[in-house]
């Protein structure tokens, strides 16, 4: 069955769900990938964010807020914080999406610190980037996939990374949140206020996945 191009947005239906977007993407060329995860829960009007950055030489740099008070969620999917402001723009569903992030987060001495106090440099986060379709959305089993391209600019402290590369992007929703066991394996795991979010960046076949675990 064709998927709704409607469910790209946000719902606005009872029962209350849980909605999530997920984008990511690899450079080769710049040493450098991406993961950004937005949530956001109707019932308790809150929402909580990810942004992971990482390369095969690159320590991880993180932006996390796992308690963002939203009481009515904006149709580009937009929140401020404190030190972060995000956007995810829907400019044609199933077909185009923009990202905008402006954040401080952290560069962590190991990834491992994810999991822990998350302390590390602090470190000024920027993204302007553009997810575009490739290829027709692929069903999963809380939403559906996508394979993009993706192009435009990533920020990292006085770095500035200009990037055309591929990446693909998720939506989900559901009654919770769809947690799994407990993570494990070599991924990277990341505390999000109790919550784990963990990211398999897959370098070689530049693609990431991930999962949310207690």
Known sequence: MPIDPI???PHHQEPLLVEQWQFDFWSGEHDLGGWVH???????????????????????????D?????PQLSQYLEF???????????????????????????TLETAE?????????????????EWERIEDTEETDT????RCSVSGEVLIDEEAFDLHVEGWRS?????????VDRPTGNGIHIDVGGIVLTVEPDF?????????SR
């Open 80 to 106: 401020r914080a404190e030190g972060i402001w995000a956007q995810h723009v829907c400019e044609t569903p199933l077909e185009h999406w923009t990202v905008g992030l402006e954040a401080f987060g952290v």
């Open 143 to 146: 939403g559906f996939r996508q």
């Open 204 to 212: 070689m076949g530049q693609q990431w996945d991930g999962h949310l």
């Open 7 to 9: 469910d790209d947005l």
């Open 66 to 70: 796992p308690k963002i008070p939203i």
């Open 171 to 179: 939506r989900s929703w559901g009654a919770d949140l769809g947690l």
């Open 38 to 64: 937005f949530t956001y829960d109707q019932s308790s009007r809150k929402g909580w964010y990810v942004t992971a950055l990482i390369g095969v030489d690159r320590r991880l740099v993180l932006v996390v």
């Open 113 to 129: 610190d994810a999991m822990g106090n998350q302390w590390g440099k602090r470190t000024g986060v920027g993204l302007d980037l």
